[in-house]
């Protein structure tokens, strides 16, 4: 327990859920097909860490993040698997990661001439190849582009351990793109097979594809946001393959409460009036915890009730709209269950107009994380 923390807010995290997901997942897929479990931005704000052990104890075989940085913090604290880095790195860091033993994401000529200038280390790097088959944002996209590349790549020591892939649409009803994707990458995965002698393995599948049971996802998967126990989608939640377990709760107390008056207004630019006398708390949480201002007039948990929060979201707290007078410390949760009432990630998204990846990624480092786990998956 953090026993630096003295403000009554807090995020629970089940380790127990990521050990669910990660086993059910696993159950679906093809003999032999590996999970690679994505711990970016923090394990999408739940935890890079602990969420990798976890991960790791359930199956998961390898990590992957989107920054060097990322990945070196997960070698400091001591987890000794291979960790892929998905994203771009500049190349006169190549040092950190052979260091580190750490993979790397390539697919430029030019990297491959800044690599070709440095210093020849006495250890090989390993690199994973992106194909770019339609998600526009980086890997190799033609053939012609893919020998180029291959051309120059046969002239370093870099050992080929992966070729990779990322699907657009896969989360989505219509899989016209999606095959769209397969058959692009057909033709690029057969060059590299031809040209490049070692053995690799090859993972196209995020979660939604690995959702979706798609009998393709060749040698692995990368299991990212349906690790947390959250959908890709509101089409894979409404024909989900099994029941993913959320890990995250955000729960916090009530700091004040206060009656107040008909025509009384409530926080900046007096957005809410009061209708009717009525009872008001006070809540110690804001945008400065990732609470965005949009998040006005979404429900938090109460007694196992649902109540609305009223008034302009500010940096370190907000205002909800109480049924009856409640004593201080009365506990309030954002996220998450209480009693019989649940409010998940996906419904806040609905409300605020965007996804459940961002809103647990924008939840700061002011709240603290708190672990747990139970001896058998619920």
Not at 10 to 37: F, H, M, P, R, Y
Not at 181 to 191: C, K
Not at 262 to 274: C, F, K, L
Request: proline residues 3%; negative net charge; charged residues 20%.
């Amino acid at each position: 327990m953090n026993q630096n923390t003295y403000r009554p807010a807090k995020i629970e995290i089940n380790l127990t859920a990521i050990k669910s997901n990660i086993s059910q997942l696993k159950q679906e897929l093809n003999t032999g097909v590996d999970i690679i479990a994505v711990v970016k931005a923090n394990g999408y704000g739940h935890g890079a860490i602990e969420v990798a052990k976890s991960a790791l104890e359930a199956g998961a075989t390898s990590l992957a993040v989107a920054l060097l940085e990322e990945a070196v913090e997960l070698r400091k604290a001591g987890i000794d698997v291979p960790i892929l880095v998905l994203g771009w790195v500049d190349p006169a860091f190549v040092d950190v990661a052979i260091a580190h033993d750490l993979t790397l994401t390539v697919f430029q000529e030019s990297w491959l001439d800044a690599y070709l200038e440095q210093e020849p280390s006495s250890e090989k790097l390993s690199i994973h190849v992106k194909i770019d088959t339609g998600m526009g944002r980086i890997g190799l996209r033609t053939v012609d582009e893919l020998n180029g590349f291959i051309d120059k790549l046969l002239r370093t020591d870099l050992k080929v351990t992966g070729v990779y892939t990322h699907f657009a649409t896969a989360d989505e009803e219509n899989t016209d793109y999606y095959h769209l994707q397969l058959r692009r990458l057909e033709p690029m995965l057969d060059q590299i097979k031809n040209r490049i002698q070692n053995d690799f393995i090859v993972h196209i599948g995020n979660s939604a594809a690995a959702l979706r049971q798609i009998s393709h996802l060749c040698d692995a998967v990368r299991f990212g946001i349906g690790m947390y126990g959250l959908y890709p989608s509101e089409h894979l939640k409404e024909h989900r393959p099994f029941n993913l377990q959320p890990a995250l709760s955000l729960k916090t107390k009530l700091v004040h409460v206060k009656k107040i008056s008909a025509g009384e207004a409530i926080s900046y630019g007096t957005t809410y009036r009061a209708e009717k006398d009525q009872w008001i708390g006070t809540i110690p949480l804001g945008y400065g915890d990732g609470i965005l201002r949009r998040w006005q007039n979404q429900d938090v948990l109460i007694n196992g009730r649902r109540m609305r929060l009223v008034g302009r979201i500010c940096m370190d707290q907000c205002m909800v709209e109480l049924d009856q007078a409640y004593p201080i410390g009365t506990e309030v949760v954002f996220i998450g269950q209480q009693n019989e009432e649940s409010i998940q990630l996906e419904e806040i998204a609905t409300h605020i107009g965007t996804i459940n990846y961002e809103l647990a990624c924008l939840l700061t480092a002011r709240l603290p994380r708190y672990y747990h786990s139970t001896d058998q998956f619920e």
